[in-house]
């Protein structure tokens, strides 16, 4: 799906991530036609990777988050649901997060992020 924001930037939300109760050969063709639209996307600035804060840094996020930082590709992790966390291993989730952001290197930020109690909205807008 295409999100057109108001100065003309596009939003792309491309399949492959989340709990989609589809078979394995339909989760790894998604994959392939990900990597493919990355590597071959001329006008792809940047990435907007969104992780469920209660499973970060799940295989495919860490693979998406190599190919960001070998392709110098910038990349801004929304940690989601992080209203279904106590503040204390929120923080604790995020600091993980990115340490594993500073150890890959590249242009990798992260930030706590709920929809349900509009935390980071605002940080997540200047993000994009």
Do not use: N
């Not at 110098?72 to 204390?88: E, M």
């Amino acid at each position: 799906m295409i999100f057109v924001l108001p100065d003309g930037r596009r939003l792309v939300d491309l399949p492959g991530y989340g709990y989609a109760k589809v078979p394995e050969a339909v989760r790894t063709q998604w994959r392939e036609a990900l990597e493919h639209y990355l590597a071959r996307r001329r006008s792809l600035r940047a990435l907007a990777l969104v992780m469920d804060i209660r499973h970060p840094l799940t295989p495919f996020d860490q693979q998406m988050l190599a190919f960001c930082a070998a392709h110098a590709l910038p990349c801004h992790v929304l940690l989601t649901k992080a209203d279904k966390l106590g503040r204390g291993q929120t923080a604790q989730t995020l600091l993980a997060v990115q340490r594993e952001l500073t150890r890959l290197g590249g242009v990798l930020s992260a930030q706590v992020f709920s929809a349900t109690a509009g935390t980071g909205v605002e940080t997540a807008r200047g993000a994009l």
